[in-house]
């Protein structure tokens, strides 16, 4: 029975395109989405014996608490990334987001910040090498002992 309510539930949020998924992704996606609607079901069940447990001590607080825990556990579940495995699967390279080809306009062969130089600074300047050298000055006394 449990069974059949994940199918219908899984049924709904699955696309019904066929144009793009042949049989045997839709199943890996059956598969995906049911065994994360089995987990959210075990945390709910779970938060739930929590919840009767803490309910038989009277202590409102720990309710709260583990049903503000249970909202955060199902929030996580349902906007988890399910992408993600499923990025090395992937054969097709559409995806334009992986640019070879350096096409900067700046004159330092595409590193660093666009001054010229190969050197990741922001600055034009090189003084910036010094300004470590001025905190130290309380801290000379206690170096001195230790010599």
Known sequence: MINNLLNLIIAHYVDHDDDDEDEEEQKKMMK???KKMMMIITMM????LLMMMMMKMKKKITILMAFLFFLLLLL???FSDD???DDDDDDDDDDDDDDDDDDDDDDDGGH????GDDDDDDDDDDDDDDDDDDDDDDDDDD???DR
Do not use: N, R
């Open 83 to 85: 992408d993600k495995d």
């Open 112 to 115: 660093g910040d666009g001054d």
């Open 32 to 34: 995906k989405k049911k």
């Open 45 to 48: 069940m779970i938060i739930l």
């Open 143 to 145: 170096d001195d002992d």
């Open 76 to 78: 996580l579940c349902v």
